[in-house]
């Protein structure tokens, strides 16, 4: 019996059927032609080549747009509510090579307000301190702080909270209920949410004066509120917001569901130590090897649902040819488990000692980023 599971923007569990999620939401699949296309303007990304990102919304139109010179901005965010983690930093890292790419502004929201609704042990002295952390990661991947505006919901509220009241009125509550498992028990709070997590699709057409095509890299669990976003932009005269949609970065423990920073042993945090960042790896990397060294020898690993494989692919080893080879060599069984671990653990520590030294650094950099309403 195939197990069942669950993706909204508030519950991610089980094994993600990707292909049925396809259909479920009503995404379209990244074809050939559309990569092609991206990659006439940007060149190719190993993350769309490997079928990271693998659904859009949209796109088609957006870059007909942009050939015709009508430039559109980005748009993503992250929710304060714990540390970051390297799935956190999987749609991020892509999205700071599209703007470099296309050489536009990227808006990023942080609704420091939307996890003290939704979860019962959040406070608002707890997304204080996480936005402050948080930002220190988004700026550590080297986002263009010319191009790029923070917007803090409740700092922000003054320019976004009538723009959200203007998308609100368009919502019933029937319309969130299901896609956002929400119920009558749910607080109010959490059904107006939804609200203030479109506006800035639309906000920099409001302060610019006119309308100006969006483009949101996401991971699929998002895509309920850029959904219900869609239908309700023509209403008030905006464009609807295209997207581009990722993959979840599994947790150590599996290959096919999410990784959390609520269980700090299955994920990798961004501030965890080389050593801690070892011991997490050799301990709970889940392994498609086989129980003994001989066995694995003779029948070789399985790289599909083998953790350690899956980061290389989706995050680490951004060169073809080698991971091929990792991959041929831990099939054929001349690459054990242990030794795939090792090119791990090197690859995300290299990674980490660097971001750990720009996340030290954008400290500094923050005023930076904020957006200004003056
Ligand atoms: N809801 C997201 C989270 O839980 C935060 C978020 C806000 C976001 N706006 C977004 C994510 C746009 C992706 C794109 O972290």
């Given at each position: 019996m195939k197990e069942k599971f669950k993706v909204t923007p508030w519950e991610v569990s089980g094994k993600v059927d990707y292909d049925k999620l396809i259909k479920e939401f009503g995404v379209s699949k990244i074809d050939e032609s559309l990569l092609k296309r991206i990659e006439k303007h940007a060149g190719e990304h190993f993350m769309l080549k490997r079928n990271v990102f693998f659904a859009h919304r949209d796109l088609n139109w957006l870059l007909d747009e942009y050939e015709k010179g009508n430039k559109f901005f980005l748009y993503t965010g992250r929710a304060p509510s714990g540390p970051i983690h390297l799935g956190h930093l999987l749609p991020w890292i892509f999205t700071k090579w599209l703007q470099d790419k296309f050489g536009v502004e990227l808006w990023f929201q942080f609704p420091d307000e939307e996890k003290v609704l939704i979860k019962n042990d959040i406070t608002f002295e707890d997304t204080k301190r996480y936005l402050y952390e948080n930002m220190l990661d988004v700026i550590a991947l080297g986002f263009d702080p010319k191009k790029?505006?923070?917007?803090?919901?409740?700092?922000?509220?003054?320019?976004?909270?009538?723009?959200?009241?203007?998308?609100?009125?368009?919502?019933?509550?029937?319309?969130?209920?299901?896609?956002?498992?929400?119920?009558?028990?749910?607080?109010?709070?959490?059904?107006?949410?939804?609200?203030?997590?479109?506006?800035?699709?639309?906000?920099?057409?409001?302060?610019?004066?006119?309308k100006i095509p969006c483009l949101i890299p996401h991971a699929i669990d998002q895509d309920p509120h850029f959904r219900l976003t869609r239908d309700i932009m023509p209403k008030i005269n905006q464009y609807k917001p295209a997207s581009i949609q990722c993959s979840f970065l599994p947790p150590l423990s599996?290959?096919?569901?999410?990784?959390?920073?609520?269980?700090?042993?299955?994920?990798?945090?961004?501030?965890?130590?080389?050593?801690?960042?070892?011991?997490?790896?050799?301990?709970?990397?889940?392994?498609?090897?086989?129980?003994?060294?001989?066995?694995?020898?003779?029948?070789?690993?399985?790289?599909?649902?083998?953790?350690?494989?899956?980061?290389?692919?989706?995050?680490?080893?951004?060169?073809?040819?080698?991971?091929?080879?990792?991959?041929d060599d831990y099939k054929s069984g001349k690459l054990l488990t242990s030794e795939l671990k090792e090119i791990l653990i090197k690859k995300i520590n290299d990674?980490?000692?660097?971001?750990?030294?720009?996340?030290?650094?954008?400290?500094?950099?923050?005023?930076?980023?904020?957006?200004?309403?003056?």
């Open positions: 790029t505006h923070f917007i803090i919901d409740t700092k922000h509220a003054d320019i976004m909270y009538k723009e959200a009241c203007k998308v609100a009125k368009k919502i019933t509550f029937s319309m969130v209920k299901a896609s956002f498992g929400l119920n009558e028990q749910s607080n109010i709070g959490s059904i107006f949410y939804t609200s203030m997590q479109a506006v800035p699709a639309f906000l920099p057409s409001i302060i610019k004066g006119k599996s290959a096919d569901g999410k990784m959390s920073s609520s269980e700090s042993q299955t994920s990798i945090l961004t501030t965890d130590s080389p050593k801690e960042v070892e011991k997490k790896i050799k301990k709970y990397a889940f392994s498609g090897g086989k129980d003994t060294i001989d066995e694995h020898r003779k029948k070789g690993g399985n790289p599909d649902i083998d953790v350690s494989f899956q980061y290389l692919r989706m995050f680490f080893e951004l060169d073809d040819k080698k991971l091929k080879k990792i991959e990674f980490l000692v660097e971001h750990q030294r720009k996340r030290e650094k954008a400290k500094k950099e923050i005023d930076k980023f904020i957006f200004k309403t003056k």
